[in-house]
């Protein structure tokens, strides 16, 4: 068997931002990569003793370059950097299953730590579809692509609910309980790891169970943006997308790997 886990930073037990910016200007960010790199570190554990031969961690939170690698399990195989030619970095349609640690819920979340995709400033939501979509549904087709389902989420509360809505009978965590943009009850982070160790290793036993995700393809992917230049920018590029409102823009597609 083999997995993937793609690690992001907002989503982990005791992460919050800090008011008016990003969790990269947040004091907080450093305790949150290195909880990233421990809950990436369990549920890759979990895998192993599942029975996985190969699990690639794909740090995948800004630029690419948060975690402690040192500190991964020794057997797990890293991707890092930016500008790959597709999401999901050395994953081919051989593997198994794709886990999400530290992901955090989509844009237009109430109480949703962080909550936001890809941008929280340039973007004010995507929907794929006419379905409102985040992080986790765009990197789950990605995936679906190739055949592989998602087995296993950690987030706080709204991430959970979103991936649940998404992703019907995954395996999940919640590593804490959102309660404004930054604000949150967590779970103390070593007992997170326990339970993301012990979920991630039943996902791999469950991976028959589950189906891989997926739009209905040709797609059509509107983004309303933050700011009116972008929107303009984005219906002059290359990409051409139809402008249908000041702030939105509407590409059709004919898949999701078209775009991410
Ligand atoms: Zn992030």
């Known amino acids: 068997m083999k997995f993937s886990i793609g690690v ?45 031969e190969q699990v690639i961690v794909w740090d995948s939170h800004n630029g690419s370059l948060n975690l402690d690698y040192d500190e991964l399990d020794e057997r797990c195989d890293i991707a890092i950097g930016v500008d790959f030619e597709t999401r999901w970095p050395g994953v081919d349609e051989s593997f198994d299953g794709v886990c999400f640690i530290g992901y955090h819920a989509m844009d237009n979340t109430v109480n949703g730590v ?77 007992r997170a790891l326990k339970e993301i160790y012990e979920g991630a290793k039943r996902s791999a036993s469950q991976i028959q169970q589950i189906s891989p995700f997926s739009f209905d393809n040709p797609i059509d992917l509107e983004i309303r943006y933050k700011r009116i230049e972008a929107a303009q920018a984005a219906s002059r590029g290359s990409s051409r997308g139809n402008r249908t409102d000041p702030y939105t823009v509407k590409f059709h597609m004919n898949s999701i790997t078209e775009y991410f």
Not at 12 to 39: H, I, M, W, Y
Not at 134 to 158: C, L, N, R
Request: proline share 3%; charged share 20%.
């Open 8 to 52: 992001d930073c907002e989503g982990v037990a005791c992460a919050v931002g800090s008011p008016g910016a990003s969790l990269n200007e947040s004091r907080n960010l450093s305790f949150a990569t290195k909880q990233a790199t421990r809950e990436a570190d369990a549920a890759a554990r979990g895998l192993f003793d599942a029975g996985a």
């Open 114 to 190: 962080m909550a936001h995709t890809f941008s929280s400033a340039a973007y004010q939501y995507m929907k794929v579809n006419e379905r409102e979509v985040g992080e986790m549904a765009i990197d789950a087709a990605v995936a679906g692509q190739m055949g592989i389902p998602v087995i296993f989420v950690a987030s706080d509360d709204k991430g959970i609910t979103e991936a649940c809505e998404f992703f019907p009978g995954v395996e999940t965590v919640t590593t804490k309980q959102g309660m404004g943009w930054n604000a949150a009850v967590s779970k103390h982070p070593a």
